[in-house]
């Protein structure tokens, strides 16, 4: 059933969101597409979406992808779930568990998912970027047009940075590739 | 003003008017919870803070439901929470209903090929800057470096292993290594 389907998957990724919103979006990866959810590329735009929404981007995604997948009730259920984990952990160590995370095995477990989170982000951004410029394994293919722009945001992020010592942020990054999309792609 | 409605509106702007979540959401509840309503003390904040980076989910999220707690115990905490939600939540739904009518557009649809390009540049550098922060020593880079590899060659060969499998392995490892006593503990014991 879709709405338990969603209540899982979501449960799934509220559980495993470590390392803010950039760490839960492979997990959300994982999850949409072992469901059949979204598209890649659907997923892709819908991250850029949340980006340039307020609100946590997490939550923009789950409630996005369950009103795709079974309008408002949908949209509700998976909202509720992706939240559900962190609302519940926060609770018991605010509440009963206040020296919980202090303990030395809990500390142990952090040390391994930590880092493995990190891996796993930047493993997502390796193949997302490789992805858009030379396609898939099963068809590699220069993409000219990606490779150009991809060149060109990368040089803005520098250029700023190095000029304004300030960091170029993602709302900016975004509009720039959107006016570079429709200038080269509409050529 | 009613308390419970005092938090829900509180989160409510607070979820209407950051935009990109997470650290960017830090500061406006600083200056709403700490500064002005005076909920939660500055401690308190920064506690919560490394709490979050500690549990799973939206650090915002995270605050929302600590404040409404402190505030009135659980139905606090259920309010707070929901104020921050709700607001994405509106906004998203009435996206959802017209994207694709959008995504016809020609231009519009270049726009996104351009933009998807972006997303992939901004997770990358997410992960870029994760990487300074973190403890520079073996194990760590190990098993970051490990993960790095398998969840490439999981995205590439479309391996069926799930992310959520790859984090509890590392888990374990950690875990496997702490009590066997091959980490140096925080008191600095001997590299091997």
């Known amino acids: ?187 | 003003m009613n308390i419970l409605l005092d938090l829900f509106f509180t989160f409510a702007k607070i979820g209407l008017f950051t935009f990109g979540g997470g650290y960017a959401m830090i500061a406006m509840i600083e200056n709403n919870c700490v500064e002005r309503k005076k909920w939660i003390t500055h401690d308190e904040m920064m506690n919560i803070t490394v709490i979050a980076e500690s549990t799973p989910g939206p650090i915002a999220i995270n605050c929302a439901t600590f404040t409404g707690y402190k505030k009135a115990s659980f139905i606090g905490a259920l309010i707070a929470t929901l104020g921050m939600i709700v607001p994405s939540f509106a906004i998203i739904y009435l996206i959802s209903m017209f994207l694709d009518n959008f995504l016809e557009l020609t231009i519009i649809a270049n726009a996104f090929k351009g933009i998807k390009i972006a997303v992939g540049i901004l997770i990358l550098d997410v992960a870029f800057t994760m990487i300074k922060k973190m403890h520079k020593k073996k194990l760590p880079r190990a098993i970051m470096l490990c993960s790095a590899i398998v969840m490439l060659c999981i995205n590439i060969f479309a391996w069926n292993f799930s992310s959520i499998s790859l984090m509890l392995i590392a888990a374990v490892v950690s875990l496997t290594i702490f009590v066997l006593g091959g980490t140096p503990d925080q008191k600095g014991g001997a590299k091997k």
């Open chain 1, 1 to 187: 059933m879709i709405y338990l389907d969603l209540f899982l998957g979501f449960l799934k990724v509220g559980c495993f969101a470590f390392g803010g919103a950039y760490g839960a979006i492979p997990l959300i990866r994982d999850v949409v597409m072992s469901y059949g959810w979204l598209s890649d590329e659907m997923l892709t735009y819908m991250i850029a979406v949340s980006e340039s929404t307020p609100g946590p981007i997490m939550v923009n995604l789950a409630t996005y992808i369950g009103s795709r997948q079974a309008c408002f009730l949908g949209a509700v259920i998976a909202t509720l779930a992706v939240v559900l984990p962190s609302f519940l952990i926060i609770l018991l160590v605010t509440a009963l568990l206040k020296t919980a995370l202090k303990n030395k095995y809990v500390q142990a477990v952090l040390r391994g998912l930590k880092p493995c989170v990190i891996g796993i982000v930047l493993a997502t951004g390796i193949y997302m970027v490789l992805g858009n410029c030379f396609g898939s394994i099963t068809a590699i293919k220069a993409n000219i047009q990606a490779i150009i722009i991809t060149a060109l945001l990368v040089a803005s992020m520098f250029g700023y940075k190095h000029f304004t010592k300030k960091k170029l942020s993602p709302i900016l990054l975004i509009i720039i590739s959107a006016a570079a999309g429709m200038v080269i792609y509409g050529i």
